[in-house]
DNA sequence: CCAATATACATCGGGTTCGAGGTATAAGCT
DNA sequence: AGCTTATACCTCGAACCCGATGTATATTGG
């Protein structure tokens, strides 16, 4: 989830780490903040990997900064995360929201699309929180209020991204043109 | 949160290690399904702290099996941890569901509202993901439609969860009595 | 009777993350 | 001149998690 927001932010401009540092908080930070210690280690190794590249450069404001560079291979393999997520990607609301302010560097609205139906295949699946027994619990069962709340929340969020899921994925693809020579009708 | 997790469950009831997988599985598995790589030293390292025991027991259907208790004070631990829950999981959605799972075995109804109120303040501070020179960028400058969706969705789902909680927490604290009897009618 | 499946538990290695701490530089305040 | 704050980077140990792998038992299906 760090390695895809590190990519895409340098995607779109050269940045050094304390910018970085301060982006990547404010997309995720506000729910699952990011520590020193995870985002330097990070960059070591994604540097390592051939992914970007690091060069010193005085410090505009203060202490000397190392900035940033995304490199063809790292362009490559933000794509390839992007095209091909993992299954956690898809379920886990944190990284999938990260999936998705990068989604646009995928330059084929197809592709776009097709993530976006693994999302909305995922969230269609019925799921329940709590068995009895084996048999799914309904939110009217429980005396709990507050898995009450729980199953109320989670149905209302779903629904709410279920709606834009369908909206967008019909603006990606529009229905088949109606041509003269129809592959098929 | 998975530790949460096992004592919330063996707080109802004891279980053994595959059904604790099962009811975890279900309550986040969804979402972030939990690997026995995980679970059983979970329940190694909480046994060894004294939150719960373990118990040798021939197999209903087929191995045999390991019951776990709640010790007295694993039970003091789930309600410290129902209490006083870190940052994270306020912040956090999948802690913060984890949480609101077993926020009735607190027994104060005034201590659950608190929790309640945390998660409130949380969701009432204003954020945005996105920063354009240090300004926020709000959903309408995006020419990007998936950072449009993801502030829409963000926007919707935490709407919904407010509601719920200012409705739950008034119905938990009700008014202060106004008469000199603070029995209240 | 054999294979597959479900039950049931466990360990190990590799990798990631966190928290705490440390090092500098420059600006602004007192 | 000294203090604080913001910028900017880095390391280390402890904890944690995942995936793979392994062991064993009972039921079900072919």
Redesign the pocket.
Known sequence: ???LAILGFLRDQPL??????TRVAALMGHV???????L??????MAAAGWLL?NHEP?????????LYLTVEGRQELERRLREP?E?DISDENRWFTLLAFLRHLDEPKEQAAVLRRRLAFLEEPTSFFYEDGRPMAAEEFADPFRQGLLTIAHATSEAELAWLRATIDSLEPLEPPGPHPERP
Chains 1, 2 share one sequence.
């Open positions: 989830m760090l390695e050094h780490g304390y910018d970085l540092r699952r903040p990011v520590a020193d210690g995870t330097y280690p990070a960059i070591k190794r690091r410090g505009l404001v203060a202490a000397p900064r190392r900035m993992g956690l």
